[in-house]
């Protein structure tokens, strides 16, 4: 089975622009603001997994797009926020400056704010899901997105900085963080295409140690990569004192880490009813290689 992954982003970013479109009204610097973010160069990783999952199962794409263009605004509006000065003050994302170097800070807030409420809005008001669908749509995006999700995670985030965290803390914190978001856009797949109970509890295990593989990647990324492959200034996160997997593990064993992740993600893909490789094709999307 093929799986057009430029195909598929562009089906993704067509949406996002009927979503979110230029706007005339009194008000349309916040929908220029919310469009140079949400339009910029993002993977889109987090629709393509929703949307893989789908076509895995023999789901039709076409009626996902609109949840999967809401995730992506979510992911979105957590970049805008995290980078602002009060949180990272990252001068920096997707390879070029970030929203509150464009435009004034309060602007770039209130454009996360209604990329995030936007995100809730299309999922409500979309006609190609069922009501019931929709409300477990629903439900997974709110708990993912909120206090026991990835505003707790980046709670943990911001007050772990210049402190020296054990590997467990690390672990749950980047699970809350950047894992859950991942994990519930495979989720929600598994809730579009209707999957029974058993396969959605292993695409949901998949999910979370893709989620945690990747920040791992990421954390190496940080130090190895420039800007042009990474989108954000290098080793921005020792600059800001954080910990991270490379920095209480070292590079090597951080690495080692990654490899076992790796492995156990190929051992839950297997466990599924069907043939894996798309997902397989999307985990190396997801962490790239070689690091
Ligand atoms: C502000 C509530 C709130 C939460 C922020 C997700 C997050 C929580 C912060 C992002 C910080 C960060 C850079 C984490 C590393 C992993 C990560 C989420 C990277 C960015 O995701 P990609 O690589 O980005 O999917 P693109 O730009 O491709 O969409």
Do not use: W
């Not at 996002?16 to 949400?38: C, D, G, H, I, M």
């Not at 292993?202 to 593989?213: I, Y």
């Amino acid at each position: 089975m093929v799986f057009d992954l430029e195909h598929v982003r562009s089906l993704v970013d067509q949406r996002l622009q009927e979503l979110v479109p230029e706007s005339n009204a009194p008000y349309k610097t916040l929908f220029s603001a919310a469009r140079y973010s949400l339009h910029s160069s993002g993977k889109r990783l987090r629709p393509i997994l929703m949307l893989g999952v789908i076509q895995m199962f023999g789901g039709s794409i076409e009626a996902a797009l609109t949840p999967a263009a809401a995730i992506e605004m979510i992911h979105t509006y957590s970049l805008i926020h995290d980078d602002l000065p009060c949180m990272d003050n990252d001068d920096f994302r997707r390879g070029i400056p970030t929203l509150h170097k464009v435009y004034p800070e309060a602007i770039a807030l209130l454009a996360g704010d209604f990329l995030l409420t936007r995100a809730f809005e299309v999922v409500t008001t979309c006609h190609e899901i069922e009501d019931l669908q929709k409300l477990e749509l629903l439900r997974l995006l709110t708990s993912s997105a909120g206090g026991e999700g990835m505003i707790g995670g980046q709670v943990m985030d911001m007050e772990s900085e210049n402190k020296q965290i054990d590997l467990k803390t690390l672990e749950c914190l980047h699970r809350k963080k950047t894992g859950i978001l991942i994990s519930t856009a495979i989720e929600c797949g598994a809730v579009l295409a209707k999957l029974p109970q058993k396969t959605r509890s292993l695409l949901v295990a998949f999910g979370q140690e893709l989620g945690l593989a990747f920040q791992i990647a990421d954390d190496l990324l940080d130090i190895t990569q420039g800007i042009a492959k990474h989108g954000k200034v290098n080793g921005s996160d020792s600059t800001n004192l954080k910990s991270t997997y490379v920095s209480l593990l070292g590079k090597e064993n951080a690495k080692q880490e990654l490899e076992k992740k790796r492995k156990q993600i190929g051992e839950i893909l297997n466990e599924l009813p069907v043939n894996p490789q798309i997902l397989l094709q999307l985990s190396h999307m997801a962490i790239p290689e070689p690091l």
